[in-house]
């Protein structure tokens, strides 16, 4: 039987934003992931392993966070529909696999792209 060790635990927001990432990147109609700023009216497509910087997390208390998602969405899909399930996929894998209470997600859809 395992004994019980006492102590906290505390996880990185920027490993709660890579787990966002990962997550938002295997939602159907997502492209990828953008740059929260634009440059010049053009959403910048980050590569894999830039991730994180597509997600700002933020706490809103000890217990509580909020995620800003920045992403390019695939032409032809439901814009609506593709964001609502991105919000659920995240706060689903944030609070299951992080045990991270999260207050909001908040979908940011800087660019539409063809996919080839």
């Known amino acids: ?27 159907y109609g997502v492209v990828g992931m953008a740059s929260p700023s634009l440059r010049d009216g053009v959403a910048q497509l980050l590569s894999r392993d830039r991730l994180r910087k597509g997600v700002v997390i933020t706490n809103v208390d000890d217990h509580n966070v909020k995620v ?30 992080a045990d991270v209470n999260v207050s909001a997600v908040d979908v940011h859809v800087q660019g539409i792209k063809v996919r080839k």
């Open 1 to 27: 039987m395992a004994e019980v060790v006492q102590g906290s635990m505390t996880i990185a927001n920027d490993v709660l934003a890579d787990i966002a990432g990962f997550v938002a990147l295997e939602c």
């Open 68 to 97: 800003d998602l920045y992403i390019v969405i695939e032409h032809g899909t439901n814009l609506a529909e593709v964001s609502r399930n991105l919000v659920d996929r995240v706060k689903y894998a944030l609070t299951h696999d």
